[in-house]
Protein backbone atom coordinates (compact mmCIF):
# COMPACT_ATOMS: atom_id res chain seq x y z
CA UNK A 1 0.00 0.00 0.00
CA UNK A 2 1.10 2.92 -0.94
CA UNK A 3 2.69 5.36 1.77
CA UNK A 4 -0.08 8.47 0.30
CA UNK A 5 -2.66 5.87 1.92
CA UNK A 6 -4.24 6.19 4.90
CA UNK A 7 -6.66 4.66 6.52
CA UNK A 8 -10.04 6.29 7.27
CA UNK A 9 -11.09 8.29 10.02
CA UNK A 10 -7.71 9.39 10.56
CA UNK A 11 -7.45 12.75 9.12
CA UNK A 12 -4.59 13.23 7.17
CA UNK A 13 -4.46 14.20 3.55
CA UNK A 14 -4.92 11.23 0.92
CA UNK A 15 -7.41 8.65 0.04
CA UNK A 16 -7.88 4.87 1.31
CA UNK A 17 -8.99 2.47 -1.29
CA UNK A 18 -9.14 -1.18 0.43
CA UNK A 19 -11.37 -4.01 -0.90
CA UNK A 20 -13.06 -5.24 1.55
CA UNK A 21 -15.17 -8.54 1.92
CA UNK A 22 -18.04 -6.66 4.55
CA UNK A 23 -20.22 -10.24 5.35
CA UNK A 24 -21.95 -12.94 4.59
CA UNK A 25 -25.61 -12.70 4.07
CA UNK A 26 -27.70 -16.08 3.52
CA UNK A 27 -25.95 -18.54 1.75
CA UNK A 28 -22.66 -17.90 0.29
CA UNK A 29 -23.63 -14.03 -0.81
CA UNK A 30 -20.74 -12.04 -0.19
CA UNK A 31 -20.25 -8.16 -0.98
CA UNK A 32 -16.92 -7.07 -2.28
CA UNK A 33 -16.52 -3.43 -1.40
CA UNK A 34 -14.87 -1.16 -3.35
CA UNK A 35 -14.73 1.12 -0.30
CA UNK A 36 -13.78 4.56 -1.95
CA UNK A 37 -12.91 6.12 1.60
CA UNK A 38 -12.08 9.68 1.12
CA UNK A 39 -9.57 11.25 3.43
CA UNK A 40 -8.63 13.95 0.67
CA UNK A 41 -6.03 16.17 0.46
CA UNK A 42 -8.57 19.12 -0.89
CA UNK A 43 -6.07 21.21 -1.68
CA UNK A 44 -5.19 18.25 -4.58
CA UNK A 45 -8.60 17.05 -5.28
CA UNK A 46 -7.32 14.99 -8.77
CA UNK A 47 -8.88 12.08 -8.86
CA UNK A 48 -5.93 10.74 -11.11
CA UNK A 49 -3.81 10.49 -8.78
CA UNK A 50 -5.54 8.49 -6.67
CA UNK A 51 -5.16 4.60 -6.55
CA UNK A 52 -7.76 1.80 -7.13
CA UNK A 53 -7.74 -2.09 -6.72
CA UNK A 54 -9.93 -2.87 -9.34
CA UNK A 55 -8.26 -6.17 -10.16
CA UNK A 56 -8.49 -7.27 -7.34
CA UNK A 57 -12.03 -6.49 -7.44
CA UNK A 58 -12.29 -8.38 -10.40
CA UNK A 59 -10.24 -11.38 -9.45
CA UNK A 60 -12.14 -11.83 -6.85
CA UNK A 61 -15.04 -13.06 -8.97
CA UNK A 62 -17.79 -11.83 -6.84
CA UNK A 63 -21.88 -11.64 -8.51
CA UNK A 64 -21.81 -7.96 -7.83
CA UNK A 65 -19.38 -5.03 -6.29
CA UNK A 66 -20.77 -2.31 -4.35
CA UNK A 67 -19.00 0.99 -3.92
CA UNK A 68 -19.50 3.29 -0.50
CA UNK A 69 -17.26 5.41 1.49
CA UNK A 70 -16.99 8.91 2.61
CA UNK A 71 -17.18 10.38 -0.61
CA UNK A 72 -20.15 8.31 -2.08
CA UNK A 73 -23.44 9.74 -1.30
CA UNK A 74 -22.37 12.98 1.02
CA UNK A 75 -21.26 15.36 -1.83
CA UNK A 76 -23.29 15.08 -4.89
CA UNK A 77 -20.50 16.34 -6.91
CA UNK A 78 -17.91 14.04 -5.23
CA UNK A 79 -20.11 10.99 -5.81
CA UNK A 80 -20.64 12.10 -9.42
CA UNK A 81 -16.66 12.38 -9.59
CA UNK A 82 -15.94 9.15 -8.16
CA UNK A 83 -18.41 7.35 -9.94
CA UNK A 84 -16.77 8.90 -13.17
CA UNK A 85 -13.61 7.76 -12.69
CA UNK A 86 -14.50 4.09 -11.64
CA UNK A 87 -16.83 3.42 -14.38
CA UNK A 88 -14.78 1.60 -16.01
CA UNK A 89 -12.81 -0.01 -13.64
CA UNK A 90 -15.23 -2.02 -12.38
CA UNK A 91 -16.47 -5.38 -13.89
CA UNK A 92 -18.37 -4.78 -16.65
CA UNK A 93 -20.92 -7.65 -16.63
CA UNK A 94 -21.22 -7.16 -12.68
CA UNK A 95 -24.61 -5.47 -11.16
CA UNK A 96 -23.03 -2.43 -9.35
CA UNK A 97 -24.37 -1.00 -5.91
CA UNK A 98 -23.75 2.38 -4.68
CA UNK A 99 -24.20 3.23 -0.79
CA UNK A 100 -25.75 5.96 0.61
CA UNK A 101 -27.27 7.44 -2.82
CA UNK A 102 -30.94 8.35 -1.35
CA UNK A 103 -32.10 12.04 -3.39
CA UNK A 104 -34.09 12.07 -6.00
CA UNK A 105 -31.55 13.34 -8.59
CA UNK A 106 -28.94 11.25 -7.55
CA UNK A 107 -30.61 8.30 -8.60
CA UNK A 108 -30.07 9.84 -12.28
CA UNK A 109 -26.29 10.44 -11.60
CA UNK A 110 -25.81 7.06 -10.57
CA UNK A 111 -27.56 5.27 -13.05
CA UNK A 112 -26.15 7.28 -15.76
CA UNK A 113 -23.17 6.37 -14.73
CA UNK A 114 -23.68 2.62 -14.67
CA UNK A 115 -24.88 2.01 -11.01
CA UNK A 116 -27.74 -0.63 -10.88
CA UNK A 117 -29.13 -0.55 -7.50
CA UNK A 118 -28.55 1.98 -4.39
CA UNK A 119 -30.18 2.73 -0.95
CA UNK A 120 -29.83 5.39 1.42
CA UNK A 121 -31.54 6.24 4.75
CA UNK A 122 -32.38 9.81 3.37
CA UNK A 123 -36.05 9.16 2.64
CA UNK A 124 -37.12 8.03 5.74
CA UNK A 125 -34.98 10.50 7.99
CA UNK A 126 -36.76 13.44 5.97
CA UNK A 127 -39.77 11.77 6.33
CA UNK A 128 -39.33 10.98 10.56
CA UNK A 129 -38.57 14.61 10.28
CA UNK A 130 -41.26 16.08 8.33
CA UNK A 131 -40.19 16.27 4.82
CA UNK A 132 -41.74 15.06 2.28
CA UNK A 133 -39.78 14.02 -1.17
CA UNK A 134 -42.97 15.01 -4.00
CA UNK A 135 -42.44 15.53 -7.40
CA UNK A 136 -42.40 19.16 -7.27
CA UNK A 137 -39.35 19.31 -4.45
CA UNK A 138 -39.04 18.62 -0.66
CA UNK A 139 -42.27 20.20 0.95
CA UNK A 140 -41.71 20.45 4.50
CA UNK A 141 -44.53 20.00 6.69
CA UNK A 142 -44.10 22.26 9.56
CA UNK A 143 -44.30 25.45 7.33
CA UNK A 144 -47.30 27.29 8.21
CA UNK A 145 -47.96 27.47 4.84
CA UNK A 146 -49.64 23.67 4.89
CA UNK A 147 -51.76 24.45 7.90
CA UNK A 148 -54.77 25.18 5.39
CA UNK A 149 -53.72 23.21 2.40
CA UNK A 150 -56.35 20.72 1.61
CA UNK A 151 -54.27 19.23 -1.45
CA UNK A 152 -52.62 15.90 -1.27
CA UNK A 153 -48.88 15.79 -0.26
CA UNK A 154 -47.87 15.01 -3.58
CA UNK A 155 -51.03 14.72 -6.54
CA UNK A 156 -48.43 12.51 -8.62
CA UNK A 157 -48.11 10.10 -6.41
CA UNK A 158 -50.17 6.91 -6.04
CA UNK A 159 -49.04 6.17 -2.47
CA UNK A 160 -51.86 5.28 0.19
CA UNK A 161 -51.01 8.38 2.03
CA UNK A 162 -51.73 10.94 -0.72
CA UNK A 163 -54.78 8.99 -1.18
CA UNK A 164 -55.90 9.22 2.24
CA UNK A 165 -54.65 12.50 3.56
CA UNK A 166 -53.72 16.01 3.17
CA UNK A 167 -50.48 18.33 3.56
CA UNK A 168 -52.56 19.93 6.41
CA UNK A 169 -53.75 17.23 8.20
CA UNK A 170 -50.08 15.60 8.21
CA UNK A 171 -49.16 18.98 8.79
CA UNK A 172 -51.01 18.80 12.27
CA UNK A 173 -50.55 15.07 12.95
CA UNK A 174 -46.80 15.99 12.97
CA UNK A 175 -46.91 19.03 15.10
CA UNK A 176 -49.43 16.75 17.72
CA UNK A 177 -46.18 14.26 17.75
CA UNK A 178 -48.51 11.71 16.34
CA UNK A 179 -46.77 8.33 15.70
CA UNK A 180 -49.24 7.99 12.92
CA UNK A 181 -47.34 11.09 11.16
CA UNK A 182 -44.27 9.35 10.69
CA UNK A 183 -45.63 6.39 9.52
CA UNK A 184 -47.07 8.24 6.79
CA UNK A 185 -44.74 10.09 5.73
CA UNK A 186 -42.15 7.44 5.33
CA UNK A 187 -44.70 5.35 3.56
CA UNK A 188 -44.73 8.39 0.92
CA UNK A 189 -41.07 9.01 0.98
CA UNK A 190 -40.31 5.36 0.14
CA UNK A 191 -43.17 5.05 -1.94
CA UNK A 192 -41.99 8.11 -4.26
CA UNK A 193 -38.64 6.68 -4.27
CA UNK A 194 -39.77 3.85 -5.87
CA UNK A 195 -41.85 4.73 -8.10
CA UNK A 196 -39.03 7.37 -9.59
CA UNK A 197 -36.53 4.22 -9.81
CA UNK A 198 -39.75 2.49 -11.57
CA UNK A 199 -40.03 5.97 -14.07
CA UNK A 200 -36.42 5.66 -14.39
CA UNK A 201 -36.30 2.10 -15.67
CA UNK A 202 -38.78 2.54 -17.70
CA UNK A 203 -36.83 5.57 -19.65
CA UNK A 204 -33.92 3.51 -20.20
CA UNK A 205 -36.24 1.34 -22.12
CA UNK A 206 -37.98 3.68 -24.53
CA UNK A 207 -34.49 5.56 -24.68
CA UNK A 208 -35.77 8.47 -22.71
CA UNK A 209 -33.94 8.64 -20.25
CA UNK A 210 -32.05 11.83 -20.58
CA UNK A 211 -35.28 13.51 -21.19
CA UNK A 212 -36.76 12.33 -18.18
CA UNK A 213 -33.94 13.39 -16.14
CA UNK A 214 -34.38 16.86 -17.90
CA UNK A 215 -37.53 17.23 -16.60
CA UNK A 216 -36.69 16.07 -12.98
CA UNK A 217 -33.72 18.32 -12.81
CA UNK A 218 -36.12 21.18 -13.55
CA UNK A 219 -37.87 20.14 -10.94
CA UNK A 220 -35.63 19.21 -8.11
CA UNK A 221 -33.12 22.51 -8.86
CA UNK A 222 -34.20 23.64 -5.57
CA UNK A 223 -33.42 20.34 -3.30
CA UNK A 224 -30.15 19.97 -5.00
CA UNK A 225 -28.59 21.87 -2.05
CA UNK A 226 -29.92 20.15 0.27
CA UNK A 227 -28.56 16.57 -0.87
CA UNK A 228 -27.51 14.32 1.94
CA UNK A 229 -27.27 10.47 2.62
ZN1 LIG B 1 -47.50 9.64 -1.67
Request: glycine residues 6%; negative net charge; proline residues 6%.
Amino acid sequence: MNDRVVRPHWGRPGVHFPIEVVGRIGVGRVTAVAHVVVAIDFNQPDLAQFFFFDEAIAGLDLPGVAVGGESVGYDPTLTESVLDWIADLLPFDRPRYAMGVGDPLSFFTAVERGIDMFDSVLPTRLARNGTLLTSRGRLRLMSSAYADDDRPPDAECDCPTCAMTSRSLLRALFRARALLAYRLATIHNVRFCLRLAHLIRESILAGTFSALHNTWADRLREDRAEASP
